[in-house]
Protein backbone atom coordinates (compact mmCIF):
# COMPACT_ATOMS: atom_id res chain seq x y z
CA UNK A 1 0.00 0.00 0.00
CA UNK A 2 2.69 2.48 1.15
CA UNK A 3 4.49 1.99 -2.75
CA UNK A 4 1.14 2.87 -4.41
CA UNK A 5 0.96 5.81 -2.61
CA UNK A 6 3.92 7.41 -3.41
CA UNK A 7 3.69 6.51 -6.73
CA UNK A 8 0.59 8.56 -6.23
CA UNK A 9 2.40 11.82 -4.26
CA UNK A 10 5.10 11.78 -7.24
CA UNK A 11 2.95 11.91 -10.37
CA UNK A 12 2.61 14.96 -11.87
CA UNK A 13 -0.85 16.46 -12.00
CA UNK A 14 -2.86 16.13 -15.31
CA UNK A 15 -3.32 19.87 -17.19
CA UNK A 16 -5.13 19.94 -19.92
CA UNK A 17 -5.55 23.79 -22.34
CA UNK A 18 -8.31 24.80 -23.75
CA UNK A 19 -7.75 27.37 -26.51
CA UNK A 20 -10.88 29.69 -27.14
CA UNK A 21 -11.38 31.48 -30.32
CA UNK A 22 -14.85 32.95 -30.21
CA UNK A 23 -16.60 35.26 -28.50
CA UNK A 24 -19.97 37.25 -28.91
CA UNK A 25 -20.54 35.98 -32.75
CA UNK A 26 -20.69 32.52 -31.54
CA UNK A 27 -21.85 32.35 -27.32
CA UNK A 28 -22.05 28.39 -27.54
CA UNK A 29 -18.74 27.76 -28.73
CA UNK A 30 -17.22 30.59 -26.68
CA UNK A 31 -18.49 28.74 -23.65
CA UNK A 32 -17.37 25.04 -24.58
CA UNK A 33 -13.84 26.06 -23.46
CA UNK A 34 -15.17 27.14 -19.95
CA UNK A 35 -17.47 24.32 -19.68
CA UNK A 36 -15.06 21.74 -20.21
CA UNK A 37 -12.34 23.48 -18.39
CA UNK A 38 -14.81 24.05 -15.10
CA UNK A 39 -15.19 19.80 -15.64
CA UNK A 40 -11.51 19.48 -15.36
CA UNK A 41 -11.08 22.12 -12.29
CA UNK A 42 -13.70 19.90 -10.63
CA UNK A 43 -11.88 16.38 -11.36
CA UNK A 44 -8.39 18.14 -9.78
CA UNK A 45 -7.04 18.00 -12.75
CA UNK A 46 -5.48 21.65 -14.14
CA UNK A 47 -7.08 23.74 -16.90
CA UNK A 48 -6.08 26.37 -18.77
CA UNK A 49 -7.87 28.79 -21.17
CA UNK A 50 -6.44 30.82 -23.38
CA UNK A 51 -7.91 33.64 -25.65
CA UNK A 52 -7.01 34.41 -28.88
CA UNK A 53 -8.40 35.76 -31.83
CA UNK A 54 -12.21 36.98 -31.02
CA UNK A 55 -12.23 35.32 -27.98
CA UNK A 56 -9.98 37.56 -26.43
CA UNK A 57 -13.33 40.19 -25.86
CA UNK A 58 -14.15 37.15 -22.94
CA UNK A 59 -11.20 38.61 -20.81
CA UNK A 60 -12.50 42.14 -21.63
CA UNK A 61 -14.15 43.64 -18.69
CA UNK A 62 -17.91 43.88 -18.84
CA UNK A 63 -18.00 42.17 -21.86
CA UNK A 64 -19.13 38.49 -21.27
CA UNK A 65 -21.73 39.98 -19.35
CA UNK A 66 -23.67 41.54 -22.12
CA UNK A 67 -23.50 38.32 -24.46
CA UNK A 68 -26.57 35.95 -25.30
CA UNK A 69 -26.74 32.87 -23.09
CA UNK A 70 -24.95 29.92 -24.64
CA UNK A 71 -27.46 27.99 -26.06
CA UNK A 72 -28.26 25.55 -22.61
CA UNK A 73 -25.26 26.46 -20.50
CA UNK A 74 -25.03 28.99 -18.20
CA UNK A 75 -24.24 32.55 -18.92
CA UNK A 76 -20.67 32.98 -19.50
CA UNK A 77 -20.34 35.55 -17.22
CA UNK A 78 -20.74 33.02 -14.65
CA UNK A 79 -18.89 29.85 -16.72
CA UNK A 80 -15.52 32.24 -16.68
CA UNK A 81 -16.65 33.33 -12.70
CA UNK A 82 -16.32 29.84 -11.87
CA UNK A 83 -13.60 29.19 -13.80
CA UNK A 84 -11.46 31.92 -12.04
CA UNK A 85 -12.52 30.83 -8.89
CA UNK A 86 -12.10 27.22 -9.30
CA UNK A 87 -8.62 28.07 -9.44
CA UNK A 88 -8.28 28.02 -13.70
CA UNK A 89 -5.44 29.51 -15.42
CA UNK A 90 -6.74 32.51 -18.13
CA UNK A 91 -4.30 33.48 -21.06
CA UNK A 92 -4.50 36.08 -22.95
CA UNK A 93 -2.36 37.03 -26.42
CA UNK A 94 -0.69 39.80 -26.56
CA UNK A 95 -1.15 40.53 -30.70
CA UNK A 96 -4.48 39.88 -30.32
CA UNK A 97 -5.74 42.25 -27.69
CA UNK A 98 -3.42 44.98 -28.90
CA UNK A 99 -5.37 44.53 -32.55
CA UNK A 100 -8.88 45.06 -31.24
CA UNK A 101 -7.00 47.91 -28.87
CA UNK A 102 -7.61 46.42 -25.30
CA UNK A 103 -5.44 47.83 -22.68
CA UNK A 104 -3.61 45.01 -20.76
CA UNK A 105 -3.22 47.09 -17.89
CA UNK A 106 -7.15 48.51 -17.90
CA UNK A 107 -9.34 46.62 -19.62
CA UNK A 108 -8.83 42.66 -18.67
CA UNK A 109 -10.55 40.82 -15.83
CA UNK A 110 -9.05 40.38 -12.76
CA UNK A 111 -6.62 37.07 -13.22
CA UNK A 112 -6.43 37.51 -16.82
CA UNK A 113 -2.79 36.74 -17.55
CA UNK A 114 -1.11 38.10 -21.31
CA UNK A 115 1.04 35.67 -22.76
CA UNK A 116 2.21 34.93 -26.41
CA UNK A 117 3.05 32.22 -29.24
CA UNK A 118 6.32 30.99 -27.58
CA UNK A 119 5.02 30.57 -23.71
CA UNK A 120 1.81 28.72 -25.38
CA UNK A 121 3.93 26.01 -27.24
CA UNK A 122 5.80 25.22 -24.21
CA UNK A 123 2.41 24.91 -22.18
CA UNK A 124 0.79 22.76 -24.98
CA UNK A 125 3.77 20.98 -25.20
CA UNK A 126 3.98 20.32 -21.30
CA UNK A 127 -0.12 19.58 -21.52
CA UNK A 128 -1.41 16.52 -21.48
CA UNK A 129 -4.60 17.13 -23.73
CA UNK A 130 -5.14 20.32 -26.22
CA UNK A 131 -8.75 21.28 -27.24
CA UNK A 132 -9.10 24.17 -30.03
CA UNK A 133 -12.84 25.75 -29.91
Same mark, same amino acid.
Given at each position: %?????R? *? /??????? @? $??????AS????? &???? #?? %????A?? %?DV?? /???????? !???????Y??? /? $??P?G #??????? !?K? #? %?? $???E?? !?C??? @??ER? @?N???? $? *??????TA?? &?????? @????A !? #???
Amino acid at each position: %MKKEVRR *I /MTEKQEK @I $LYFCTHASGNPEK &AAMP #FV %MANAALA %MDVKA /MVVLQGEG !VYLAKKGYAEN /M $LPPGG #FPPLSKL !VKD #F %ME $LGGELK !VCVPC @IKERN @INESTD $L *IEGAETTAAG &ALTVEA @IEADA !V #FVY
